[in-house]
């Protein structure tokens, strides 16, 4: 046999954690609501906001302040200049604004300029990204488009899959349509758009009963406002990488907390106990091993991508990191206890009524 | 050994073979040996975050080309018009997709309107209004129908005529392709002059010869006022350091001859070494020109390229045979670009960079080289756990696990996906995951042996209760992976690609393959000798 890390007789009392848990969960959201708020919003990199990257990489230690100074003569709109990746990569990351200046005169601008500012000083233009403002915002609302729908399907997955109820599934994807039709209608911003969209869900999942698709899409909301929060404390951008890393959150978080469903299904089904809660408990433990090992493995590959990966898939495997953690917290912490919020009694009949059928 | 698992064994080794082979030729060692004529010729292709290169988003300005089409269609109603004796002045294009018409004589009505009826479809009459002085404005408007075919009309000839350009200007391997919105999206792998191809593949060229007015008043011409039929542009003059200025020059409107007409475009060298572009007319055109030059000897004839006038020499004589050339003090360079985007005709409508991506082929590298080192210190450290943690059934979970990055890598190939640097991401992501499956396999023998079961019984339980657990959870993943291919551009793409081929991949080899290693393990032991797992 090889080595434990969980004891297999292990008991711990998760479902007894579970208001220390919801403070630390609020805690951490409302920090991230309150720093998006303070922000006047997310932080949006040139993907979504439009404007113009340019990365130069230099055969020496340069500073930003000396880039910044070479520049001064150029006078590129709303210049901002920040050094990039390692520290010994020598890289330095270049945005301007890019509605009044077209691309080609950025390179000029920045060549001309860095050559008589930095004399002796090698340098390269390894990338130059332009988007325009118009391409930006259609990313923009396509980004918020997909995860609306990752949503969206995989609450119906769950629904249909977990509680043979692909009808109650049905309903709620149609009310979701029409709820998020009428809000298109009136002409809702993309960000009511997307409150609405979660707020019918959940509503829509209470109200039809349907609680392990509550239970995991409240868990999956909970991860990506704590990650989005996250990035907005440390003052990263959003890109099109990090609707990646998000939609692969949902992904990671969904696969963690179906596996902890899964067990209590089956636990439920054998009877091995008449409270919802012990079983619940006795659910996370047993797969309590899984959860740790798998979680750790992710971590241990993502966070030797956010090491050596290289600057420009830093913060990608950044987002990965806090996703991937939060995720495996939730599938313990939040999905679970609200499984349990709505009554033993109502899934227990569920269970009985799907072996029926 | 039964029946089933002999050929279980053998689907293995075939789907083996399948990603060996299909992984082999991407490797550069391989490339250059002999080995390569006997494997299949698909490699990965790198995306343009990894290879260098250029990504561009154009924007066909739809407004321009039915303001030019309407314009056209206006043109062909005053003409056709005068053939049935009915005069009509010349139309002029209002905005929002409108043309306006004023017949002469308000008695022509019923005939004009029969005639745009039968020979002009694709215009509806909008309004009509009766002047004082018997004149009748008509405002037409195009049909829905025949906007909805101009849109696409458009697209595809402006693709057509990028294309052309692209394949003219040499790159290997170009991607051009129609995007939502009236958009183009261009992928030059490996270009590593942004300016000289946006030149190249933005510039209109539309090309037009017409009659300078020498009698015109320069001075007032700047200011805006010129004769009726009549228009201002400006001439472009080559300095000697490549700069050039521009001096104003007043044209006769109507051009007598356009780009359309041309056959070839070549660039030559005068007797100074200068070079100049010469063109070839077809019949048509020569016919015309040969008309043109005859009727303006000791006239200056400008050649106009997207409204600016490159030359405008005198015509010395009537030029037959359909040739004529462009001098204007051209880089050998711009001589030769300039032929090319002649040849290749002019774009239906201007288009707008809306999006520019480039990447040096260095970063490529860089980025090559780092998402490799993080793969494999990441899957080390993987495979390390597993054999510490789980024993013999960790080494049965790191061999399905190698197998699985090599099947990820060969279905790139085979499929002919792009692997871009998120797509990397997404394999070190995989890795990750991967093993995801075996351990709540895994983890499920172990709860079966600790009830008591016999290794093999346990074996069989734990597959068969962990397995629905594994769909339904990796289900999910693949979902929020279709979603991000559908909603996602470029990078994210490949990404989205990585992923399902890697959850797929995984649960191959983490079902299927270990269960066989597993009964291969125990078919040979005693029923009761324990498992190291």
Redesign the interface.
Known sequence: MGLQIIKPDTKIDFIGFKAKAFVISAVLILLGLGSLVMNGGPKYGIDFAGGIVVQVKFDKEVGVKTVKGALKEAKLPGLVVQSFGHADDNEILLRTSSSEISSSEVRDKISSGLESGLKGTGFEIQRLEMVGPKVGADLRTKAIEALYFAVLLIAIYISGRFEKRWFAAAIMAGGLFGGITLLQMIGMSTTVLIFGALFITIGLCWYLKLNYALGAIVALIHDIMITVGIFSLLGKEFDLTIIAALLTIIGYSLNDTIIVFDRIRENLLGKISDSLAETINISINQTLSRTILTSGTTLLVVAALFALGGGVIHDFALALLIGVGVGTYSSIFVASPILLGFGPSKIEDDMEEAEAA | MNGSLRWKIVLTLLVVVFGVAYLLPSLPAVQNSGMAHFLPDDKISLGL?LKGGIHL?L?VDMDKAMDNNLSRMGDDLKAVAREEGIIVLKPKVLKGERVEAILLKQDQQEKLEKLVKENFGNLTILSTAVKPDGKVTYVFAPTPEYKKYLTKLTMDQAIKTIRNRIDQFGVAEPDIRKQQ?NRIQVQLPGMQD??RA?KIIGKTAHLEFKLVDEAADLEKAQKGIVAPGREVTVIMHRLPDGSYIEKPIVLKKDAMLTGEYITDAQTRFDQFNQPYVTLNFNSRGARIFERVTGENIKKRMAIVLDGKVYSAPTIQDKIAGGRASITGSYTTEEAHDLAIVLRAGSLPAPVK????????P??GQ??ID??V???V???A??LV??L????F??FVADIVLVLNVVLILAGLAAFGATLT??G??GI??T???A??AN??IF?RI??EL?RGLTAKAAIIEGYS?AT??IL??????????V??Y????G??RG??VT?TLGILTSMFTAIFVTRILFDLYTSKRAADA?L??
Do not use: C, H, W
Request: a negative charge; aromatic letters at 6%; hydrophobic letters at 50%.
């Open positions: 975050d988003t924007g919105g942004p300016e946006i960079i809306l999006e520019q991506r480039t990447v040096g260095s970063l860089e980025s780092k998402g080192a993080a793969a210190v990441g899957s450290l993987v756990f597993m510490v943690y789980y024993g059934a960790g640097l998120p990397i991401a070190i992501l890795i990750g995951m093993v995801d351990v709540i983890e172990r709860e600790r209760r629905l657990t339904d959870a990796n289900i999910t993943t693949v979902i929020a992976a979603i991000l559908q909603f996602g551009t990078p994210v990404f989205a992923l324990p190291n797992i």
